[in-house]
């Protein structure tokens, strides 16, 4: 097999900032070597500043044609839940061409501001009438179109969605585009897992859309019949969002979501609960304690009136987190990581949250997780400069403002706290 020997200034790798590095590359994208203080000679040179890509956790990409069609005002209490009945209407006129269009934008979007890879929640499943798609996958293989046709790596999550709250109530009829019972879903994880086998750009794994969208026996045989199928493939679900959905969830089962969640799912590390927004200190704890990532979208969030994630909870327990976009108001990983960190400071009335009570930049505090957590809840190997990940890397600008005279830790805090103007130059997605 072919290798590509790729010559770095400057990188940050996972043993931390090193200079004149060697980074050789297979054919299909992995990286095989790491040499620091090495000569340039036969290599290709990657200008600038080389940090690892960011993987993206959460994406809804057909939201991201809405971004800004839901800023208006009414005569009554604007909520996550008005805007979510907009966007029933908006996805009302999507086919699957529109999708893929949407998708393809986003895309080369997320890439150019810093994001390598994708965690796509799909649950536009169904035609418009509801009906299934003569090829029940049509929209997934939309997807995954759009991530060839950007060079995005991609973690397709298709959706269990069969009901409109809890207790098992039937879907509403604007919820028509997401059902499946749990045997079509699995079908149809089974044929995209089979046709991107061979591929390591994308990975296909398992969602969950909530505990109000699944029955408990439902979400139980989907998870099970998954696990039958890949042992260690990613589950995600969307959980504790909004305050209604806590208080619902504590009517119909007595518990809060997360609480709920952990007692009655084999949650482990590589489940990823979106949001999780509001918790009790003891839920905080207890998921931290059970190695699943919380997928944060600050942006999304905000925007949507959601909350502010406990952090202080979460993060004095050492639980694992990354970022995503989800409905896209923003496309920048630095977006994300900022407003998370802005945030927490507003609610403490402190600075530089993420680095906790230690000696440290808050930007390579906030960046490692998101790389590592963004690894782990996309199930592939990404979101560092090491032996045996993707070469996912991106190449700053050292010229541009906000980076110069910068060095080592600085470069990190000065990309996430300088501004809007991104200094990301290149970016390579399996090298």
């Known amino acids: 097999m072919a290798m590509t020997d790729l010559f770095l200034n400057s990188a940050f790798l996972s043993s931390g900032w090193q200079t004149s590095v060697r980074i050789t590359v297979s054919e299909d994208g992995w990286i095989q070597a790491i040499t620091s203080g090495a000569s340039s000679e036969g290599c290709e040179s990657v200008p600038g500043i080389a ?35 907009r966007m029933y209407a908006f996805l009302e006129r999507l086919s699957p061409e529109d999708v893929e269009a949407i998708a393809s934008q986003l895309y080369v979007e997320l890439l150019r501001h810093g994001f390598t890879s994708v965690t796509e929640f799909h649950y536009l499943r169904n035609h418009i009438d509801g009906s299934r798609y003569e090829d029940p996958v049509e929209m997934g293989r939309r997807i995954l179109s759009a991530a060839n046709q950007a060079g995005i790596g991609t973690t397709l999550l298709p959706v269990l969605y069969r009901s409109s709250d809890f207790g098992n109530k039937p879907p509403a009829p604007e919820q028509k585009r997401f059902v499946a019972d749990v045997d079509d879903l699995i079908g149809d994880l089974a044929t995209l897992r089979e046709s991107t086998a061979k591929n390591p750009q994308y990975r296909i794994g398992l969602a969950i859309h909530s505990l109000r969208a699944a029955a408990p026996e439902d979400l139980a045989r989907a998870v099970s019949s998954f696990r039958n199928i890949d042992n260690e493939g990613p589950i995600h679900i969307h959980v504790a969002e909004q305050t209604r959905e806590v208080n619902d969830c504590v009517a119909w089962s007595g518990e809060r979501p997360v609480e709920w969640l952990l007692t009655n799912a084999p949650v482990d590390k590589h489940w990823c609960t979106i949001h999780a927004t509001h918790m009790t200190a003891e839920e905080a704890t207890a998921l931290a304690a059970s190695g699943a990532v919380v997928g944060l979208c600050p942006t999304t969030e905000a ?22 976009t989800d409905s896209h108001v923003s496309v920048s990983p630095i977006a994300e990581l900022r407003l998370l960190e802005y945030g927490q400071r507003i609610v403490r009335q402190e600075r530089n949250i993420a680095a906790g009570t230690q000696d440290r930049s808050t930007g390579r505090a906030l960046l490692e997780h998101a790389w590592a957590g963004g690894s782990q809840a996309s199930g592939r190997s990404t979101g560092g400069l090491e032996v045996g990940q993707r070469a996912d890397i991106l190449s700053l600008n050292e010229n541009h403002p906000v980076l110069v005279g910068r060095t080592g830790d600085e470069i990190l805090d000065s990309w996430i706290f300088s501004g809007e103007n991104t200094p990301v130059q290149n970016v390579m997605v399996g090298g």
């Open 51 to 85: 940090v690892p890509g960011v993987p993206n956790l959460h994406s809804h990409a057909f939201q991201r044609a809405m971004a800004g069609l839901a800023e208006r005002g009414s005569s009554t209490t604007d909520t996550f839940w008005s805007w979510r009945e």
């Open 303 to 324: 925007n949507l009136g959601d909350g502010l994630f406990p952090f202080e909870d979460y993060a004095g327990a050492e639980g694992n987190w990354g970022v995503g």
